[in-house]
């Protein structure tokens, strides 16, 4: 459990954050149809991974590495942009902290290399 983690408001405020974040995701245009075809268990792993990523705290990947996972989902920079974007809007509508929203943002900087694939 990392000190960000805490920040945004523990488990609680993580499950509310991931609820609003992929409400928005599924009815973005742009972020939608990347995940039109995934399961529900599959999407929920994707959840505990991105937050993971974000937030430190315990792994909950199956296994493939990050760039695994992605390969052949031509992910765009735009595409991983607006996913991480629509995570720290949806954390500093709920009242996240400046400071804590942008560590967030950095810390998932981290990955896109492993993720954008296009
Ligand atoms: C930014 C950090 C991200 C992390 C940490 C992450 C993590 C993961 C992981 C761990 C998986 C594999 C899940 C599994 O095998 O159970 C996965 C699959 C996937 N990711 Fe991501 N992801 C990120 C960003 C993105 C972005 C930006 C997109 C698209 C816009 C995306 C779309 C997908 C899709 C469509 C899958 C395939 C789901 C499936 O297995 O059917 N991810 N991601």
């Known amino acids: 459990m990392t000190e960000l983690y805490d920040e945004v408001g523990g488990p609680d405020g ?3 954050a991931v609820a609003l974040l992929y409400r928005r995701v599924v009815a973005d ?3 939608g149809p990347w995940f039109r075809e995934v ?6 792993a994707h959840q505990r991974a991105f ?14 590495s990050l760039a695994e996972a992605h390969e052949g989902l031509e992910i765009t920079d735009a595409a991983f942009d607006r996913i991480v974007q629509t995570l720290l809007t949806s954390l500093a509508d709920l009242g996240v902290a400046h400071d804590a929203v942008a560590r967030v943002g950095e810390r998932l900087e981290q990955v896109r290399g492993d993720v954008v694939t296009a």
């Open 29 to 31: 245009d742009e972020l």
């Open 51 to 64: 937050l993971a990523a974000a937030f430190g705290g315990p792994q909950a990947f199956s296994g493939r």
């Open 14 to 16: 993580v499950r509310t």
């Open 39 to 44: 399961d529900l268990d599959r999407l929920r």
